[in-house]
């Protein structure tokens, strides 16, 4: 049995990939990786700080796909090696940029969508979006002190740098989400 795996649990996507530790320990950096590539894929923000990119997204993707002990552990590792030294943050970066809250904000937004993923927040669309705008927003809400602190701003003014021009997009991946997951268990429960 797994380290990572709880007995009696529901099933996420990634446990019905055979193996255990060595399996976790592939999807836990693979997890990690995948994010440290969507954050490469980034649109700035005229006026902020902290550009759009597909990181959230795959954030949000892992915590559902692994659950919420190997998603969490995906973005523990892609937070400790992006401080360290790994150029994978939005644009190549590393260290301790002004949006370092945000992936803080991941590990608790992928532990959340996982557990809510493992009681099937993520079979349909309707309840892929709750679970992905929970997520979102335990991203905000350990971004949004980190940017005001980061930029000496006001918390009206972090709304409106961080949070704010972010809702479309956070909205249309929140859609993505919506068709993806609950397509991938159609997929795989038509077996």
């Known amino acids: 049995m797994s380290v990572l795996a709880v007995p009696g649990r529901r099933a996420v996507l990634a446990d ?11 999807l836990v950096v693979a997890g990690a990786g995948l994010t440290g590539l969507a954050a490469q894929v980034a649109l700035p923000i005229p006026g902020s700080p902290v ?3 597909g990181q959230t997204f795959a954030a949000l993707l892992v915590g559902a796909a692994l659950g ?14 992006g401080v360290a030294g790994v150029p994978w943050f939005q644009g190549g970066s590393s260290g301790m940029p002004a949006s370092l809250g945000y992936v803080v ?9 996982g557990h809510l993923a493992a009681r099937g927040g993520d079979r349909t669309p309707f309840r892929t979006v709750g679970t992905m705008a929970l ?3 335990a991203i905000y809400a350990c971004g949004v002190p980190w940017l005001m602190a980061a930029a000496g701003v006001g918390f009206g003014k972090a709304l409106q740098l961080g949070v704010t ?10 859609a993505l989400a919506a068709g993806l997951l ?10």
């Open 135 to 137: 997520g979102n927003l």
């Open 165 to 174: 021009p972010f809702l479309l997009g956070d909205a249309l991946k929140i």
């Open 51 to 53: 550009p759009l990119t």
């Open 105 to 113: 904000g991941f590990v608790f937004a992928a532990a959340m969508v």
């Open 68 to 81: 919420w002990q190997r998603g969490g552990a995906s973005m523990v590792l892609y937070l400790i090696a």
């Open 16 to 26: 019905l990939v055979p193996g255990a530790l060595a399996r976790d320990i592939a």
């Open 182 to 191: 609950p397509a991938a268990w159609a997929l795989i429960n038509r077996k």
